[in-house]
């Protein structure tokens, strides 16, 4: 398939009338790049739409094809897998099309979506699309309450789900986690609120979106690969505060996200609201005597503060940076008008999802914690935050990051490190150079664990090293101490997932902290 010149302004013209299910999509020529999750999602929403759909992307898998041959039997022009499709802008019917929508995935600089932007054809992600179709005659429309953040995005969406449950209200968590967004706008009965997790590949692709309220988190150095420099990351970050309606909620600690709602084009009459992990000022959320408190939200906010929850209520280890989320999550729904009592009930509900500083054992004083999830310096450091007396077991595949700031900061909490990963030596140098004094171990070496055995491990084998590694914290640690896995580093060099990473820490503290045991030769 070839592509045909074609002059946009007509198609740009028919694209700005397109804001609800109802109006008029049929006919319109449209690629979407990626058939993953999202991509499938988009595809099965425009054919259903009227529009005429060529699909592509650059795997040829069983998984693909599988699909593939289902959105042909729903009415897609054509689906093209494989590397060369993915490289050329295709038409469609003999036309050129007139509008891309992009999977979160696929960079601005692929080839595809740079042929489309050099030819002015307007791209758009799912979540601009999910947007425009919201909106459908006989259904109700849902109110989108939207987060961002570098860390805590699925944590923070899941806690407002639950809040929002527990109000009555009918809601799912969407977006970058759980439900694709579009499989949630097109649900037969509908919901009353979508809590929208988003991330910077979304948001990039995103420029209608109002919600009625929204928050970025944090903000912290992350995927510059995809948008070129940290500028272009923070600036993608901070569209989710453009067109709010009621509430524009920021991290009081971490200042750039108060620079990000100063700077955003919002809706007349829409509030700043803070929150803090502190005591809070006015108009803000907050913690006051291990109660979360709520100063924006209510009439008297100048003189007092309405209570919302108890910290007790997030479960038995509650680190500083899951009370932020809270907090966020909290602003969020109040924003919506949910009652403090479902903020409450939310948090008793809650369940976090696994890899999370969970906690696995408490065992002779030592508390044993993972956080798979700690994928970069960031992540790594609010768990690091939550501790005193630090047992770390960290390393992977660093991505070429910088682990300066976070050893700096931590300096103090570190009882020892032992390393995972195959080459954990940015790690390994950062320590050197700024916690020269910090016991470094890596099992690799062939250290002795506390019972005697040897734990030489092979680097390819991840649980092996997991087991190792577990073997020799627990030769260290005592009284007081944590035993914190929370690698500031991807999985990839030693497991197909952070999951699974977790998983082999959990089953080797199941093993040989509480007593199950394994053999000489398995360790």
């Not at 007509?10 to 020529?29: F, N, Q, S, V, Y």
Request: hydrophobic share 45%; with cysteine; charged share 20%.
């Amino acid at each position: 398939m070839g592509c045909t010149a074609v002059t946009f302004e007509g198609a740009t013209d028919r694209l700005d009338h397109l804001k609800t299910w109802d109006a008029d999509w049929a006919g319109l020529r449209v690629v979407v790049a990626g058939i993953g999750l999202s991509g499938f999602s988009a595809a099965d929403t425009l054919i259903e739409l009227g529009a005429r759909v060529v699909v592509c992307d650059a795997t040829d898998s069983e998984e693909n094809r599988a699909k593939a041959d289902t959105l042909r039997i729903v009415g897609a022009v054509e689906v093209l897998l494989g590397a060369e499709p993915a490289q050329t802008l295709p038409d469609v019917e003999g036309s050129a099309p007139e509008l891309i929508v992009t999977s979160p995935g696929w960079r601005p600089n692929q080839p595809l979506l740079a042929a489309a932007a050099g030819s002015g054809i307007p791209i758009w992600g799912d979540v601009e699309l999910a947007w425009r179709v919201r909106v459908r005659e006989g259904r109700p429309t849902a109110e989108w309450l939207t987060i961002t953040g570098t860390n805590g995005k699925t944590t923070t969406v899941t806690l407002a789900e639950s809040m929002l449950r527990a109000a009555g209200l009918r809601a799912v968590a969407a977006g970058n986690v759980g439900t694709p967004l579009l499989d949630a706008i097109r649900d037969p009965q509908g919901y009353d609120v979508i809590a929208v997790e988003l991330s910077s590949f979304q948001l990039h692709w995103s420029s209608s979106i109002a919600p009625l309220a929204s928050v970025c988190l944090n903000l912290a150095e992350d995927h510059v690969d995809w948008h070129g420099s940290f500028e272009a990351y923070r600036a993608d970050k901070a569209k989710i505060y453009e067109n709010t309606q009621i509430a524009c909620i920021y991290n009081v600690e971490d200042p750039a996200t108060e620079r990000m709602v100063e700077e955003a084009d919002v809706q007349e009459g829409c509030r700043a609201i803070g929150f803090t992990t502190d005591t809070p000022a006015i108009s803000m959320m907050g913690v006051v005597d291990g109660l979360l408190v709520d100063r924006a939200f209510i009439e008297q906010r100048k003189d007092s503060a309405a209570e919302l929850a108890s910290v007790t209520d997030l479960g038995e280890v509650v680190p500083r940076h899951l009370v932020a989320n809270a907090l966020a999550a909290a602003a969020l729904v109040r924003a919506a008008g949910v009652p403090a009592a479902a903020v409450r009930d939310g948090l008793r509900n809650f369940s976090p999802s696994g890899h999370r500083i969970e906690l696995v054992a408490a065992r002779d004083g030592v508390l044993w914690i993972n956080d798979s999830k700690a994928t970069n310096p960031h992540a790594a450091d609010a768990s690091l935050s939550s501790f005193h007396s630090v047992v770390w077991i960290a390393g992977g595949l660093s991505k070429g990051v910088d682990y300066t700031d976070l050893v700096r900061r931590n300096v103090t909490r570190f009882k020892a490190v032992v390393l995972i990963g195959k080459d954990s030596s940015d790690l390994a140098s950062a320590l050197a150079r700024h916690a020269p004094d910090v016991p470094l171990i890596h099992p690799a070496a062939g250290h002795t664990g506390k019972d005697g055995l040897p734990v030489e491990n092979s680097n390819s084998d991840g649980v092996l090293a997991m087991r190792a590694a577990v073997s020799e914290s627990l030769r260290i640690a005592e009284d007081g101490d944590t035993v914190l896995m929370a690698p500031a580093a991807a999985s990839m060099d030693q497991f197909p997932s952070y999951d699974r990473r977790g998983d082999a820490f959990i089953e080797a503290v199941r093993g040989i902290v509480e007593g199950q045991g394994f053999t000489a030769k398995e360790l």
